[in-house]
């Protein structure tokens, strides 16, 4: 035993004056306890005194305020996780796990996993299958956390020091993203979710990890597990789809996000999931509720909420593929396409939930100057001013660009289609996935093949990002 209220005691007093050296520390102590005792107990208390460990042993207090943006852009899975993976696989499989009986089971699994998700069934993780998940989705499920990160970190609301509650963790991609998307002097505690075998997985990858990621994973369920304390950022990352019932699960754990902190959930971005991700956001987030919606799906009219489909995903550079997914790739059956195996495409659907009401822009419609999506009906045929927030990138393949737009209102898709680029509506293409616009001049009609309105932007129309 150590004490504790000695060690915090000392801590405080000498983290104003000189790095805190557990060895210098145990001097100080009644008993002289070993400095590996002390340094244990520092790393316990760490997170409440905003201390983080140095290389040589020692701490230091960690700069005020938020983590900076890093400008986060991967072009590959980096190699030290690219190895601890084939590492795992080696020791399960052997050195040619991707050949022979092993590979075929590793193939099997993947397109189980692939066509488990495309029909929305059940997903069972044995360690196969947690193999196979991690060759799959580590490498995309890593870029993308970071990407969603940057919209809290662009408005300073990603604290340098900060508690994480990760449910459904899987096999860490998630995880790792978030590590390497922090600063090195930041300081987190880290709580997975993981029932699955995946744990095992995550418990490798998380090795990987620096001193002052500081991590613990419970093998229970969301539905089993009682929250213990509050959490800045709570992760449901690709797991709502596997939940009996997501909207309930993420209920329970806002009770414990902290008032100040974030609720991110993502999901792969093909149709099934990406809706279902929208109606949890509708649900937990109703208009006039407590829970507002802070990026990507704006609600820019007071007392409104959407009620469309609800099919929505961002798409960022694809990564290299690495060395694993080649070598799994390389034994497809002769009738599977080249790339059966390799998954580096990095698009997926999120939502950032608050308590704050904060918001990524904090924009907001008027009737004085804007049309809104809940009345369209009214102005089909006519030109109008629209605030919209853009909320795809072009989904033809024709001559005319098409992007998804809304403004939170909306009862049905509304689609902003470009026929007739001008340096005046050029902002339309241009702008990121998230971008608030402004379109003066729009021309609103209705598609009744595709039910939903498309608003015409043509020669006439202005569009412009919103300040």
């Given at each position: ?230 959490y800045d950022l709570i992760l449901f990352g690709n797991v709502l789809s596997e939940l009996d ?223």
């Amino acid at each position: 035993m150590i004490d504790k209220d000695a060690v915090r005691a000392n801590a405080k007093y000498l983290r104003n004056v000189r790095p805190i050296d557990p060895d210098e520390i145990a001097e100080y102590i009644e008993g002289a306890p070993h400095p590996a005792l002390v340094k244990q107990a520092l790393r316990e208390e760490a997170y409440d005194l905003r201390l983080r460990e140095r290389e040589d042993g020692t701490f230091v207090p960690i700069e005020d305020g938020p983590a900076p943006r890093p400008g986060w852009s991967p072009e590959a899975f980096p190699e030290d996780y690219s190895f601890a993976v084939e590492d795992l696989l080696v020791r399960r499989y052997g050195a040619n796990w991707h050949v022979g009986e092993s590979g075929d089971r590793l193939r099997t699994r993947v397109r189980q996993l692939k066509e488990d998700y495309y029909r929305g069934n059940p997903v069972e993780y044995d360690e196969d299958a947690a193999l196979g998940y991690a060759i799959y989705h580590l490498p995309d499920y890593y870029a993308a956390v970071g990407y969603v990160l940057d919209d809290l970190a662009e408005n300073g609301l990603l604290p340098r020091v900060l508690r994480v509650l990760d449910v459904g963790a899987g096999t860490g991609g998630p995880a790792l993203g978030l590590h390497d998307y922090l600063p090195d002097d930041a300081l987190v505690d880290y709580h997975a979710l993981e029932p699955s075998e995946s744990a095992d997985v995550l418990e490798h990858m998380l090795n990987e990890t620096g001193l002052n990621f500081r991590t613990r994973i419970v093998r229970e369920t969301a539905e089993e597990f009682e929250p213990d304390g509050e959490y800045d950022l709570i992760l449901f990352g690709n797991v709502l789809s596997e939940l009996d019932d997501p909207t309930a699960v993420v209920r329970k754990y806002l009770d414990s996000l902290a008032d100040d902190g974030s609720l991110v959930a993502l999901a792969p971005a093909d149709r099934n999931t990406s809706m279902e991700l929208a109606e949890v956001e509708r649900e937990v987030a109703p208009a006039n509720g407590d829970i507002s919606v802070y990026s990507p799906r704006l609600r820019l009219w007071d007392g409104y909420a959407p009620g469309d489909r609800g099919w929505s995903f961002d798409v960022k550079p694809d990564l290299d593929i690495p060395a694993f997914q080649k070598r799994l790739d390389e034994g497809r059956e002769s009738d599977e396409d080249e790339g059966t195996f390799t998954n580096v495409d990095v698009q997926y659907a999120y939502s950032i939930l608050r308590k704050d009401d904060a918001r990524r822009r904090d924009a907001r419609a008027s009737a004085e100057r804007f049309a809104k999506m809940a009345e369209m009906e009214r102005h089909v045929t006519n030109r109008i001013n629209l605030l919209a927030v853009k909320l795809s990138h072009n989904l033809s393949e024709g001559k005319n660009q098409l992007f998804k737009i809304g403004d939170g209102s909306e009862k049905v898709d509304h689609y902003a289609v470009l026929t007739h680029q001008t340096m005046l509506n050029e902002d339309l293409a241009r702008a990121d996935y998230g971008d608030i616009l402004v379109f003066e001049n729009i021309l609103a009609l209705w598609n009744d093949d595709e039910e939903a309105y498309n608003l015409v932007v043509d020669d006439n129309t202005i569009v412009d990002r919103a300040a």
